[in-house]
């Protein structure tokens, strides 16, 4: 019998909220947090250093941020510096079954 491991995701939370944002620029902290399923606090870290390693830029309309993901970027593991943003939200985003069947 095994037991219960700790829990655990294959893409990072920077990585999820990358996509999220790639994918809802107009989104809030709050809902940001909501859907990755972290703090507000975590989810303003992690936009905080996104956008100093560049990897989003975040501009101010009226009342709210609006945030544009730079795409092509590498990834930041020394053993992916190959692969740029870009191929990772492409790979994050969801098609539909048939879609991804055919590729």
């Known amino acids: 019998m095994t037991t219960p491991s ?9 990585g999820l909220v990358l996509s999220f944002i790639f994918h809802n620029p107009r989104s809030t902290a709050r809902e940001i947090a909501s859907h990755i399923g972290v703090t507000e606090r975590t989810t303003h870290k992690i936009i ?4 100093v390693e560049g990897y989003i830029e975040r501009r101010r309309e009226g009342r709210r ?3 544009r993901v730079n795409p092509s970027l590498p990834l930041r593991h020394h053993t992916k510096q190959d692969v740029i943003v870009e191929e990772l939200l492409e790979a994050l985003t969801t098609k539909n079954p048939q879609e991804a069947l055919a590729n």
């Open 48 to 51: 905080s250093d996104l956008e």
């Open 6 to 14: 700790a829990r655990w995701t294959f893409i990072t939370n920077h």
């Open 65 to 67: 941020n609006v945030y």
